[in-house]
């Protein structure tokens, strides 16, 4: 993008609050905004698990990242990235494989998170091997042709493709299923597929029922609307690939290790996480 349009962007990302800046907020971080802050508050004080629901997202992104750089996968690409904090995927990825011969993609439509990303990676990443784009989820075949662009993927080696925390910021009439379905076709057999979203499904009682309509109902105000998906409607992203045990879970139940939130009771988290495999 030109200079001038970067700057139209920015400032019209300014005027509401934005899913990545408040999901920053809530996980400790730096790169949001007044207007952000405010919006957190007011989810928070309604549904308070929220906060630490966005937590959970951050540690069940780098329990995965961990699990497929272990299992061999060194191309990884993120999707709806976010705003830096700990544990990027670049960071994790390199830990888990010192060899450092990890390469991350990290992408997002949100300026101020891209450009925060890139500043980032200037600072504590390998630019022969991370880089930071700007594309939109629901134009995959855009995004496709700019992640190969970059040089750094072999889309004829496997991949590890990662959304985290972004599909419940997608209504169904925006083609998510479709741009999953262009996704996982064109990824190598071998790929593995993260992904986990918000649930408004089995509420522990009315209250919370009610809270989560009105925690729907807040977001339509923002700059990122959409929507709660069940377990069945969310295992539809993984189509025919194969899940990693333990399958679709509360995202705390997924590879639990010791000190992650929701740890006594995931469900309470909120969150839906899987990771699975392409034959």
Aim: proline share 7%; with cysteine.
């Amino acid at each position: 993008m030109a200079d001038d349009e970067v700057l139209r962007a920015v400032q019209d990302s300014l005027d509401k609050p934005s899913a990545a800046r408040v999901y920053d907020y809530f996980i400790g971080g730096t790169h949001h905004y007044a207007i952000d802050e405010e919006f957190g508050k007011k989810v928070a004080a309604r549904l308070p698990l929220i906060p630490k629901s966005a937590v959970t997202c951050r540690q069940f992104l780098g329990r995965a990242v961990r699990h497929c750089a272990q299992a061999g996968i060194t191309q990884f690409v993120d999707i709806g990235s976010g705003l830096p904090t700990a544990g990027n995927v670049h960071e994790v990825a390199d830990e888990t494989r010192p060899e450092h011969d990890t390469r991350v993609v990290y992408i997002d439509n949100e300026p101020i998170a891209l450009a925060h990303s890139q500043i980032l990676l200037a600072d504590t990443a390998d630019p022969e091997r991370h880089v930071a784009i700007a594309a939109d989820l629901l134009q995959p075949r855009d995004l496709w042709k700019r992640v190969l662009a970059t040089g750094i993927i072999d889309p004829d080696q496997p991949i590890v493709l990662l959304i985290n925390a972004v599909l419940h910021f997608v209504k169904d009439e925006q083609g998510p299923y479709e741009a999953l379905a262009f996704y996982r076709e064109k990824a190598a057999p071998g790929s593995m597929l993260v992904l986990c979203q918000l649930t408004d499904e089995n509420p522990a009682d009315d209250e919370e029922r009610q809270a989560l309509l009105d925690l729907a109902q807040y977001y339509e105000g923002t700059t990122n609307p959409g929507q709660f998906r069940t377990f069945e409607e969310f295992g539809r992203f993984f189509a025919d690939w194969e899940m990693v045990e333990p399958g679709l879970v509360y995202a705390p139940a997924w590879h639990p290790v010791a000190g992650q939130a929701f740890a006594d009771a995931p469900s309470k988290s909120r969150i839906m996480a899987g990771v699975a495999r392409k034959p």
